[in-house]
């Protein structure tokens, strides 16, 4: 749906078709403040004595330990662009894969985390899968791109996604680690952490289409479609947090590789896709590794070192 919103009646207009698309800043920002609003009518439901003014602003400390996971996401997607800028669309989606790793080595030293040698190699072999899967349709943008494009800097490119995918793993385990240890609702976390989001969404909105907003208006370009991408955005934000809370960033992740698997497949039914040889097999491994990993956690670890919400999670699932 946001690839299908930011396209829709281009190609044949030119630059009038460009300036009637909506700004891409302006989307993320009114996710954040969606979030908030939903998370103010969860807190009134769920917590009705709660003073969300006070939880917000009256705990200042608590507020500000958000800034470190909305700053590391900000600085991710500014990351992911400076990556995709420089380097080729295949090299670029195999290197990201490493994120996997990074979120479980944060897991490991962050939150107390014990994996067994079976989930270490369903880690690795998830990152293998998730990369044969993709290969797909970074293969098609290679063909596509512009062979003769300049200024590619192939060391920036790989710095920056090496340097997203450290940040995507701490930042994810540093939030887990808020939500778990915490005594705060959720709810007010995600408040809390949609402040600090909206902040730097507005001022992302500002230096990057600061003067069409000025010029236009904030919803310019916007249609039935585009407020339905922007809901989908926040609702997913508050799914990662619920996946997040009540299992871990690793499940989270094989959640997400095995959303890649359905996105082939409806490619496969509603578009015109045919899975290559190296798609089939990507998508075999990733359901092993997810099985492998799975059959883990029903094993009862013997460690004293483990933390209390890794029982848990494995009673969950």
């Keep these: 749906m946001m690839r299908y919103s930011r396209v829709k009646g281009q190609g044949s207009q030119g630059e009038e078709a460009d300036s009637a698309t909506y700004a891409a800043s302006t989307a993320v920002f009114m996710a954040e403040m969606i979030k908030m609003v939903l998370c103010v009518i969860m807190i009134r439901i769920t917590e009705p004595d709660k003073r969300i003014a006070y ?14 996971p909305s700053g590391l996401y900000a600085l991710q997607n500014n990351l992911l662009y400076i990556a995709l800028t420089h380097l080729e669309a295949a090299t670029f989606q195999v290197t990201y894969q490493l994120k996997i790793l990074s979120t479980a080595i944060f897991s490991v030293l962050l939150l107390g985390r014990s ?12 990152m293998v899968g998730v990369t044969l899967v993709q290969m797909e349709s970074s293969g098609t943008n290679d063909e596509t791109s512009d062979p003769g494009a300049h200024g590619k800097n192939s060391i920036m490119g790989l710095t920056a996604v090496l340097a997203s995918c450290v940040s995507s793993g701490f930042s994810g385990c540093y939030f887990e680690k808020l939500l778990k240890t915490s005594r705060t609702s959720m709810w007010v976390r995600n408040l809390q952490l949609g402040v600090c989001g909206a902040t730097f969404s507005f001022v992302g909105m500002l230096l990057a ?47 997400t590789s095995l959303s890649i698997l359905l996105s082939g497949l409806i490619t496969f039914y509603f578009f015109d896709f045919s899975p290559s040889p190296a798609f089939l097999v990507g998508a075999t491994v990733v359901i092993l590794a997810t099985y492998l990993y799975g059959r883990a956690m029903k094993t009862p670890t013997h460690s004293s070192s483990a933390p209390s919400t890794a029982i848990s999670t494995v009673k969950l699932h």
């Design 55 to 68: 939880e917000v602003f009256g705990k200042p400390r608590e507020t500000l330990r958000m800034v470190i």
């Design 115 to 126: 994996l067994s040698t079976q989930q270490w190699i369903a880690l690795v072999l998830l």
């Design 209 to 255: 289409d600061g003067v069409a907003v000025w010029q236009h208006g904030m919803f310019h370009g916007y249609s039935l479609l585009t407020w339905l991408v922007v809901i989908n955005q926040a609702l997913g934000g508050l799914l990662v947090a619920t996946v997040v809370k009540y299992a871990d960033n690793i499940l989270k992740g094989f959640a």
